[in-house]
């Protein structure tokens, strides 16, 4: 990993209203071409001899699949103050804050076996990573339609600007009769 301490959020929420879970689910049915590009763009890495660093959220973690739970090629740490580590299978720490695990992955020896971290949620976490200046992009894709949502993604626009990035299709897509669209925005620099 970089010698900086930095991360990225990779985020689907409603475009009109932030949301992204409703009752620690997705608020919108299953779409393939959104779960390929989460993964697609979260478990890559140019040096294949290192894994990606995925921080997330208690109730994150339980929702998240067992087949992706078990990626060999990452190393998952887990925001909360009740789950304990041990005995978890393809959970490498739980620390009590974000900025407790941002820090303990991105310092020496973890950080030496990482490519890339990545926020994974939940909204605790979101929360506390707006102001964090080690925060640099967030990858979004934004959900249109008329879906019920009780967790929200935080306000960001004032923070961050909508870039445009070579390898990232901005078109509308559509997958289950949902529509869709990849974004990519960067920290302001001062």
């Known amino acids: 990993m970089s010698d900086k301490a930095e991360y990225e959020i990779v985020v689907a929420f409603l475009d009109k209203n932030q949301g992204f879970a409703f009752n620690n689910t997705l608020p919108w049915p299953y779409l393939p071409g959104d779960h390929k590009f989460f993964i697609d763009l979260s478990t890559s890495r140019k040096d294949q001899s290192k894994k990606n660093g995925y921080i997330m959220g208690r109730v994150t973690w339980e929702a998240w699949p067992e087949d992706e739970k078990c990626n060999p090629n990452l190393f998952t740490v887990v925001t909360s ?75 960001f626009q004032d923070k961050f600007k909508r870039v445009k990035c070579a390898t990232l299709d901005e078109s509308l897509q559509e997958d289950n009769g949902v529509k869709y669209q990849f974004e990519l925005w960067e920290r302001f620099t001062n």
């Open 81 to 155: 103050s009740t789950l304990k580590s041990d005995g978890v299978p393809h959970l490498q720490k739980v620390l009590p804050s974000l900025d407790d695990a941002i820090t303990y992955i991105t310092t020496p020896p973890v950080s030496d076996q990482l490519e890339k971290v990545w926020l994974m949620g939940g909204g605790r976490n979101y929360d506390a990573s707006m102001d964090d200046p080690r925060l640099k992009r967030i990858w979004v894709t934004r959900i249109f339609g008329d879906f019920t949502a009780n967790v929200f993604f935080p306000k």
